[in-house]
Every structure is written in C-alpha cells, then in structure tokens.
C-alpha cells in the first residue's frame, strides 16, 4: 500500500494517522493559547508592572499572598457568587418552567420556540444595550412604570443592590433560553409508555413527576447549573456595558477586577496571580461538568 | 425510535405559549421599533407606541453630522462592517479546517491519553478569556500584532477551535463506521474514505459548527476591545464605543447596528434548531 519510502514513507506510516491529524490544531492552541499561559505563570512569581521599563524581578510567592490577604478580592468573589447564584436560580426556574410549555407538539411551535430562543444569540453588547435603554432613567421604561406610582423619575443602577439587580435580570434574561433548551431535551426523552403505566396505575401528577420525569431530566438539569455557573462566573461584557463596575465597585465582579487590575493600573503580574486562583476554580467546575457528562452517557447504554 | 412523551396540544395550547413567547421576546421587540423612531421619539415620555417609522438611524450608521450643522460626513462604519465579516469570515474558515481534520483523528484513531487532550482542548475554550487575554496582549505588544487583522484572526482561530473540534467530534462518533470499513476493505484509500465518505455526512454538522462559530465570533467582545486598532475594529467594539459616557446615549443609533445583525439570527434560530442544543454546549451534549 504504502510505496513511499524515507522520511515521507515514515511520515505517512498508518500508526502515525492519528497525531498527524491532531498535530496542527495541537501545535496551534499549544503556541496562541498554552505557552502563553505558561508564561504568564512564570510572571505570577515577579514583580512586574507593564507600564514600567523596569525589568520583572523574581519574588517567590508574594503576588499570591497579596492577592489572598491584602486586596479585595474577596469582596469581589462574594459580588460573583451573588451574581452567579441569583442568576443561575432565576434562569433554572424560569427555563425549567418555559421547558414544560414547550415539551408538547402545538401549532407555530417552531416559530414561538425561535422567539424564546433568540436572547440567546445575541451579544452581550446587545443585551447590555437593550436593559441600559429600559433601565434609563429619564425616558426608560422602568423608571416610567415606577413614574406611574412614585411621581419621581427612577435610577436603578445608582444604587449597589440595584445595579447588581439590574446585571443580574439581563444576564437570566439572556440564558434562560439554554437551561430550557436542556430540559427540553430532558423532557421529550422521557419514554411515552411509563406515563402511560402511570395513568393506568392512577398515579398523581406529583408523584409522576418525581418517580417519572424528574428522574430523566436531573442529570441535565445538573449539567445546566455547572455549565451556567462556569459562564457565569466569567461574566465580563455585560458588566463592562450596563455599570462598568460600577457604582463604586458594587458590581466589580471578578473578571472585572481582573481586567481594572491589567488594564487600568496596569498591575500586571499581580493580575496574573489573581488569574491563576480563577483558573484553578473554573478547571475544577469543568472537570465535575465533564464527569457527569461521561458518566450520563455511560447510563445512556 | 422509542416513542417520545410528546403530547399533542391545539391551537390554546399556541395562545398560551405565544403570549409567553411576546413577553419574552419583548426587549428584541422593543429595540426594533427604537430603530425605526425618530430620536425625537426616543426620548418621549410617555413612550410612543404609534410613530411615524423613520430609516435615519440607518442612514445615521453611515453618515452623520454634527450637532447643528447640515454637513454629512462618513462614520467610517462599513469598514466595522467589514472587519467584522472578514475575521469571524477568515478565522472560522481556518479553525473548521484544522478543528476537522483533529476531530477526524480524535474520532478515529484515539491516541493514549485521548480524553485528556480533550480535556485540555475544552479547558483552554471554558478559561476566563480576560485571564488569557494578558500575556497575549504582551506578547502581541512585543511582536507588533496588535491592531493587525494577522493577530486578530490568529487568536480568534484558536478560540474557535477547541468548538470547532468538539462540535465536529461529536459528528463524526455519530457516524457508522461499518460503511468506512467496508469501503476500505474494498480497497480505498484513507483519503477518499475521509472526503468521499465521512465529510458528505456530516456536511450539516460542519454548516452547523460554522454557523454557530461565526456567531460566537461575531459576539466576541473582549479580545477585540484589547486587540484591535481602529484600522481592525469589530462590530460590538463599535457599538461600546457609540455608548461612550452615561448621557446622550444615542439609542436609535445602537438598535439600528443591532438590528442589521438581527435578520441573520432570526433566520438561524430557526433553522438550526435541533443543533442549538449541541451548539450552545461546545458539542458536549447531543441531545
């Protein structure tokens, strides 16, 4: 089969298909995406400051002791967490609920399904545009409603429990499509004969869901809340777009901080320190996240 | 086919969902018609529902004038525009290329340690970019690709491609490879098993992973605001741009870029729907 012979005939040799077909995208996330990230380690444990001529001087573990004990990273991680429990707890119930409407066949399904879906797809920029132009004060909707009752014109990202409600709504908004669209798939994979057994049997509705469709639908509905809270978590352009931050550091959500820290005071191996306990967490998350994916799959045969 | 739980439900059933459905979809709804108001209605109090359509903030993208004054000039927009297609075009197209060909082999010939390269391929995909964004934003400052469409187009081919290569995995396993091996044992060679038998089925896979990574493409936010200059600058780069300070928010201006992209999505989300689900995961749940 194989007539070449040398360097191309051991090139080509069949035991080698499987790295040669893998050898460029490897090689290419190794140089754009890995060995920068190593470098970047590397600078974790100077001092080093991007807007400065002064040369990186080695200095052990310090960026990591000032990350953990002197900064407000803490604070910032408790503004994630809220953020991410909130919106992840909003977009599970409401998507749940949305998943149950469209778990029947009904006419004009796909074209509602389409309307519901498209929050979805749009950028973060667009989303962060539309409830900027709800929330605005004088001419917004919001604050006209609230008008309506109070006489007096309504700024809710001024205020810190508002902005952080404010991102909060926008980002369930815009992902209460994808938990749906996971329940969905948990729902019409439930197989028609059990409901059928039940209603003969007289079982209730609860007990149905419980015993019957719960139990189809929890392993996605896990996957759903690892996926949501790993995004989540990341959530920057939003933020960037409706408060920058702001007011104060109410809204200063980690990879906002992370990117004040690089970009603005030009902290520059301080932030990659900071990123390195970020890049911890989201490693963990993602492994549990790819665990119960193996481990439904395996159930699935 | 096992038989699916899916009930019938008639035309209340539709009411009911429609209703849920405008509710939903009502900010989309409500940019649309600030695209079409006059600014004038924009800034009514109460809002104006019934108007008068008016297509100046399309024409406004592209030509402005300044306050007071009748003289029209460029906004440079279509240059955004096109930056936008031509990244999100370029890159797609190189990580498709390469994200196939490495789901191909993933698929088919595992090496040891398979699962872990794709661990790692996912990893890189699911880190916060702001924290990888940093050294290569030094590392492109050194080189002088900052602000060149070669940068730009090299890192979103990577960011592309471990979706790329997930997504298109996911295709190939779902294949028979019963009919790969027939065909070999009938002689053919790898290649043509590879183009003439594996690419033809999963052609609406790879339309699916494109679609869906000229999307996420286009979306990016982040790496474009960091890394292009203003000869490279993207869409929703533009769009923060235009929203600049806290006052005079020029809203008709902003729902009207939205709504150029609007069109396409629409039109998407409804004809990949039964890929929306593997697309929205990075290919790590079929169904």
Known sequence: MNRNTGFIGWFLDPKRRGPLLIAPAIILLLLVNIVPLMWSLGLSFFKFRANQMKPPSFSWFYNYEKMLTKENIWESLQTTGIVVASSVFIQMILGFALAMLFAKKFPLRRIILMLVLTPMMLSYVAVGIFFKLFYEPEFGLLSQFIQIFTGEMYVLLATPAGALLGVIVADAWQWTPFVMLLSLAGLVSVPKYLYEAAEIDRISWWRQFTTITFPYVRSLLLLAVLFRTIETFKIFDLVYILTNGGPGTATETIAVLVYRMAFQYFRTSNSTALGYILIFIVIVLTSLYLYVIKKRESADI | ?287
């Open chain 2, 1 to 287: 086919m096992r038989k699916r739980a899916i009930g019938e439900a008639g035309w209340g059933w539709t009411t009911m969902a429609a209703i849920v459905g405008f509710i939903y979809f009502f900010p989309v709804l409500f940019m649309i018609l600030t695209a079409f108001r006059s600014r004038m209605d924009t800034l009514a109090t109460p809002p104006k529902w019934f108007f008068s359509p008016t297509l100046e903030n399309f024409y406004h993208i592209f030509y402005r004038s300044t306050a007071g004054s009748t003289e029209y000039f460029a906004t440079g927009f279509h240059m955004y525009f096109f930056n936008s297609i031509y990244i999100a075009g370029v890159s797609v197209l190189l990580a498709l290329i390469i994200g196939t060909l490495a789901a191909y082999g993933f698929s088919r010939y595992p090496l040891r340690g398979n699962d872990t390269y794709l661990f790692i391929i996912l990893t890189t995909r699911m880190l916060p970019p702001i924290i990888v964004i940093i050294p290569i934003f030094l590392i492109f400052r050194l080189t002088g690709l900052a602000g060149s469409y070669t940068g730009i187009i090299l890192l979103y081919t990577c960011f592309n491609l471990p979706f790329s290569i997930w997504m298109m995995k996911s295709f190939f396993d779902e294949l028979n490879t019963e009919i790969e091996d027939a065909a070999r044992m009938d002689g053919s060679s790898e290649r043509s098993v590879f183009f003439g038998i594996c690419i033809p089925q999963v052609k609406a896979g790879l339309a699916a992973t494109s679609v869906f990574a000229l999307i996420l493409t286009w979306n990016e936010f982040l790496f474009a605001l960091l890394l292009t200059g203003k000869g490279t600058r993207t869409m929703p780069n533009a769009m923060a741009r235009t929203i600049g300070g806290e006052i005079n928010v020029d809203y008709g201006l902003l729902a009207a870029m939205i709504c150029f992209f609007l069109v396409p999505i629409l039109l998407i989300t409804y004809v990949l729907q039964n890929q929306l689900l593997r697309g929205v995961t990075f290919g790590t749940i079929k169904k």
